[in-house]
């Protein structure tokens, strides 16, 4: 494609997991504009979160290091941004005209992070002593405190349909911010618009609407691999979703899809305004996810693992300046950390040297990608070569091998298949010159060791997975 200064609208969902594409093959979810843009545009079919939880992976896409350079892996939510060049400050840098929408996940708050102009939507975070613009707008039409009334928790996956106005609810209400910064934008600037979603990631409150869309949908129930068993590792990775009964995680999966379909009619309005300001024809169109969601395959719920539905996520380049690219299935292997390179180069702006990131634009290409998430009992790292992904628990010194062109799924665990040797050894090796710091005490003589696992005990939820309250009075802030 051509070099040149386009408008950018990049649109951030949190906890969107490749699969859940019509585009990717899943027919029981409905997104007809995100499906047209990937028709229209290019699909990146091998990008990957290096370190699927929120901000960890928003750090990496924002300054495109991985967590080595930017310091996070596990979720550090009073660490301040690094002191690196970002994606926003690049545009802004070049004269473009940068505005945010929506949730940003960094500390303190209020922080910019190279935008010109930000308008806040940060999921009642009380706790760092900052009203948000969309807790001001509710405040404003008489609905102060009670953007938490369904009494649906962040990180739980009991649902109910969204008791406000249709208006209140943070996708309808981000999409409507974003049009308007659309229509009072500097007609003598290009724009970098950053549409950032706080969902599908739960509370699971779709509108009463969508959830009725999949009220009689045949949605499939999870699958589960043949290794999930009772050692250490997978009691530990399976905890947060084992309470929850058949009909609970059916419900769940309607309704996480209910509001995947919400965002995807949304952006038909956000696309209408570039249209109707006549910017359309220049606006290159980004939309990716920070992580996926397990969505209860394998037993598991959330992110914050490798395997497919939390690592794999969506990255789709559309609009009539990709229109060269228009249909095509890039299946390199590419990661969040690639996103900032490949807008800069799109857009004929130099690419700083700190990034570690590469341009999609071009024709560089990585032969395998290394990712890590958490410390302790739960920390996993993984290494993406060709076909095969391998994950490795050093608490307990458990390995898993997968072939993805014969199992997407990752029903079967290859690792004690002789055939499947030369390949471990292979991927054991790059995650060991991978490793660093404290992770190093895992090898011993050459071979990864890990650590003895300890006996599983199943830890108490006594707050509800950070379950918030009704927002007035506003709480206190919580000290750190």
Same mark, same amino acid.
């Given at each position: 494609?051509?070099?040149?200064h386009?408008?950018?609208l990049f649109?951030?969902?949190?906890?969107?997991?490749?699969?859940?594409?019509g585009s990717?093959?899943?027919?029981?979810?409905?997104?007809p504009?995100?499906?047209?843009?990937?028709?229209?545009?290019?699909?990146?079919?091998?990008?990957?979160?290096?370190?699927?939880?929120?901000?960890p992976?928003?750090?990496?896409?924002?300054?495109?290091?991985?967590p080595?350079?930017?310091g996070?892996r596990?979720?550090?939510?009073?660490?301040?941004?690094?002191?690196? %060049?970002?994606?926003?400050?690049?545009f802004?840098? &070049?004269?473009?005209?940068?505005? &945010?929408?929506?949730?940003?996940?960094?500390?303190?708050q209020?922080?910019?992070?190279?935008f010109?102009?930000v308008?806040?939507?940060?999921?009642?975070?009380?706790?760092?002593g900052?009203?948000?613009d969309y807790?001001l707008?509710?405040?404003d039409?008489?609905?102060?405190?009670r953007?938490?009334?369904?009494a !649906?928790?962040?990180?739980?996956y009991?649902?109910?349909?969204?008791p406000l106005?249709e208006?209140?609810?943070?996708?309808?209400?981000?999409?409507a911010?974003?049009?308007?910064?659309?229509?009072?934008?500097?007609?003598?600037?290009?724009?970098f618009?950053?549409?950032s979603?706080?969902f599908?990631?739960?509370?699971?409150? %779709?509108?009463?609407?969508?959830?009725?869309m999949?009220?009689?949908?045949?949605?499939?129930?999870?699958?589960?691999?043949d290794?999930?068993?009772?050692?250490f590792?997978?009691q530990?990775?399976t905890e947060?979703?084992?309470r929850?009964?058949?009909l609970e995680?059916r419900?769940?999966?309607?309704?996480y899809?209910?509001?995947?379909?919400l965002?995807?009619?949304?952006?038909r309005?956000?696309?209408?305004?570039?249209?109707? +300001?006549? !910017?359309?024809?220049?606006?290159?169109?980004?939309?990716?996810?920070d992580?996926?969601?397990?969505?209860?395959?394998?037993r598991?719920?959330?992110?914050?693992?490798?395997?497919?539905?939390?690592?794999?996520?969506?990255?789709?380049?559309s609009?009539r %300046?990709?229109?060269?690219?228009?249909g095509?299935r890039?299946?390199r292997?590419?990661?969040?950390?690639?996103? !900032?390179?490949?807008?800069?180069?799109?857009?004929?702006?130099?690419?700083?040297?700190?990034?570690e990131g590469?341009s999609?634009f071009?024709?560089?290409?990585r032969k395998?990608?290394?990712?890590e998430i958490?410390?302790?009992?739960r920390?996993?790292?993984?290494?993406?070569?060709?076909?095969?992904k391998?994950?490795y628990?050093?608490?307990?010194?458990?390995?898993?091998?997968?072939?993805l062109?014969?199992d997407?799924?990752?029903l079967?665990?290859l +690792?004690?298949?002789?055939?499947?040797?030369?390949?471990?050894r292979?991927?054991?090796?790059?995650?060991?010159?991978?490793?660093?710091?404290?992770d190093r +005490?895992?090898?011993?003589?050459g071979?990864?060791?890990?650590?003895?696992?300890p006996e599983?005990?199943?830890?108490?939820d006594?707050?509800?997975?950070?379950q918030?309250?009704?927002?007035?009075?506003?709480?206190?802030v919580k000290q750190?």
């Amino acid at each position: 494609m051509e070099h040149k200064h386009y408008h950018v609208l990049f649109i951030q969902v949190d906890q969107w997991a490749a699969r859940f594409l019509g585009s990717a093959g899943c027919r029981e979810i409905m997104t007809p504009t995100l499906d047209q843009l990937a028709r229209d545009g290019v699909q990146f079919t091998n990008c990957y979160s290096s370190c699927p939880v929120c901000i960890p992976a928003r750090r990496s896409l924002m300054t495109g290091t991985f967590p080595r350079t930017h310091g996070d892996r596990v979720y550090s939510d009073r660490m301040p941004m690094p002191n690196l %060049p970002t994606l926003a400050g690049e545009f802004t840098r &070049a004269g473009y005209q940068t505005t &945010a929408v929506g949730k940003l996940h960094v500390y303190p708050q209020r922080s910019r992070i190279g935008f010109e102009d930000v308008t806040l939507q940060e999921e009642g975070r009380y706790e760092f002593g900052v009203t948000d613009d969309y807790q001001l707008w509710l405040g404003d039409h008489g609905l102060t405190g009670r953007e938490f009334s369904h009494a !649906m928790g962040n990180n739980c996956y009991d649902t109910r349909p969204w008791p406000l106005p249709e208006e209140a609810h943070p996708t309808v209400w981000a999409t409507a911010q974003m049009v308007r910064q659309i229509y009072r934008r500097d007609p003598n600037r290009p724009a970098f618009f950053y549409l950032s979603y706080q969902f599908p990631h739960p509370p699971l409150v %779709p509108l009463q609407s969508y959830l009725d869309m999949y009220r009689d949908s045949d949605i499939p129930a999870p699958v589960v691999g043949d290794w999930v068993d009772d050692s250490f590792i997978m009691q530990e990775m399976t905890e947060s979703a084992r309470r929850y009964s058949p009909l609970e995680i059916r419900r769940a999966r309607q309704a996480y899809f209910a509001q995947c379909t919400l965002i995807d009619h949304q952006l038909r309005l956000v696309i209408g305004a570039l249209r109707e +300001t006549g !910017m359309l024809s220049d606006t290159l169109i980004v939309f990716a996810s920070d992580h996926g969601e397990m969505l209860f395959d394998h037993r598991m719920a959330g992110k914050r693992s490798f395997y497919e539905n939390s690592t794999h996520v969506p990255l789709i380049l559309s609009g009539r %300046p990709a229109s060269d690219l228009r249909g095509v299935r890039d299946g390199r292997l590419a990661c969040l950390e690639d996103v !900032m390179p490949t807008l800069l180069d799109a857009c004929g702006i130099p690419t700083p040297a700190s990034v570690e990131g590469i341009s999609l634009f071009g024709q560089e290409t990585r032969k395998s990608l290394y990712g890590e998430i958490s410390e302790g009992a739960r920390a996993t790292r993984m290494i993406r070569k060709g076909d095969y992904k391998l994950i490795y628990y050093p608490y307990g010194n458990r390995s898993q091998l997968f072939d993805l062109s014969k199992d997407p799924f990752e029903l079967h665990d290859l +690792t004690q298949d002789p055939a499947c040797t030369p390949v471990r050894r292979e991927l054991e090796a790059l995650l060991m010159d991978a490793l660093y710091g404290d992770d190093r +005490t895992w090898i011993r003589d050459g071979h990864l060791e890990g650590i003895e696992a300890p006996e599983y005990h199943q830890k108490a939820d006594y707050g509800f997975s950070n379950q918030r309250s009704l927002h007035w009075p506003i709480p206190p802030v919580k000290q750190p």
